[in-house]
């Protein structure tokens, strides 16, 4: 079966490797000029963390983020498993205590805990949680690595081909498009998320911690070579390329406040872009004739693509297949 995929974010991509496995012939279809121009997926945190997410998200999210670590480490490698660390400023105790109370698979932890997951948060927090189960992984790495395993398995990738998934000529189509698919999904909004790369030589962190504050809960991200990633607001608008000043202040004021050494940080990117979702920020596939809508990740791109995409292969491998996250049936 030939099967065309428009938009080659990490949701794009995820469905092209689930499709490619079971035997389909399979083409990409992407606007930008290269993987990740246009994706939003590319100023993504990378954290796999299914439990912490558990604090805002639906029942759907936890169940089905859990099989995100295992699916990126075969397909792509790299993930790094050394759970996820939340912490609070003593004035804030209570955004702990109401943080765990809303999630689940964590280890309440001392400030000696908290000084041996991570010593260089020695003698600044007196307690936290730890999410032992948790993982995360480098994004922009880690969708390179699918694009490439794609095309040697025999996928084909259309750079600068901003095309129309009715028009294309294959046997299903998988549009993937996130807010561009807006004018045959008008439920669809944007929840725009605004990061900062960071690079440090003075703090070192293993795993990615979520200071907690009532206004903006804050998550640092490690990378390779001395970067942070620093993350990130969620503003009801679909606006993509924009950083206001004080989304600014407050994520270097809340990495400051995670540890002081980030105020002689370099800024070396500000990224900021639009998440797609549906209003109960759940995702979908959405049938109309022969082509399936992905769409809808919300915050859980990276999370939720793995089982979204098992669930787009089969419903375009299958007709008579109704995998759980199928809406909105159309003839």
Not at 80 to 88: N, P, S
Not at 189 to 209: A, C, F, N, T
Not at 308 to 317: F, Q, T, V
Request: glycine share 8%.
């Amino acid at each position: 079966m030939k099967v065309a995929v428009v938009g080659a974010g990490v949701v794009g991509l995820a469905c092209a490797t689930e499709l490619l496995a079971r035997g389909a012939q399979v083409i990409l279809y992407e606007r930008g000029s290269r993987i990740g121009a246009e994706a939003c997926s590319w100023y993504a945190g990378g954290m796999l963390a299914p439990w912490c997410e558990g604090e805002s998200a639906e029942e759907p999210v936890i169940r089905l983020g859990q099989q995100a670590a295992d699916w990126w480490e075969r397909h792509a490698g790299s993930v790094v498993r050394k759970g996820t660390l939340v912490v609070a400023p003593s004035r804030d105790r209570s955004e702990l205590r109401r943080f765990g109370q809303r999630t689940s698979q964590f280890e309440e932890i001392d400030g000696e805990a908290v000084a041996k997951l991570e010593p260089d948060l020695s003698g600044r927090f007196s307690q936290g949680l730890f999410f032992a189960d948790e993982a995360h992984l480098d994004p922009r790495k880690a969708i390179a690595a699918l694009a490439e395993r794609l095309l040697v398995d025999g996928a084909a990738i259309h750079f600068d081909s901003a095309v129309e998934p009715a028009d294309l000529d294959a046997d299903i189509v998988l549009d993937c498009r996130g807010l561009a698919a807006r004018d045959v999904l008008p439920d669809l909004r944007g929840v725009k998320g605004e990061m900062l790369l960071l690079r440090s030589d003075d703090i070192s962190l293993s795993r990615p911690v979520r200071l907690l504050h009532p206004r903006i809960p804050l998550y640092i991200v490690p990378r390779t070579e001395g970067l942070f990633m620093v993350g990130a607001t969620m503003i009801e608008s679909g606006e993509r390329r924009r950083i206001s000043a004080r989304a600014m202040l407050e994520l270097l004021g809340a990495a400051y406040a995670l540890h002081p050494a980030f105020a002689e940080a370099e800024v070396v990117e500000i990224g900021t872009d639009a998440r797609p979702a549906f209003p109960d920020n759940l995702p979908r596939l959405t049938r109309c004739g022969r082509v399936i809508h992905v769409n809808g990740l919300y915050r859980h791109g990276f999370l939720l693509s793995p089982a979204m995409a098992r669930m787009a292969a089969e419903a375009a491998l299958n007709p008579q297949a109704r995998p759980e996250m199928l809406h909105d049936l159309a003839a």
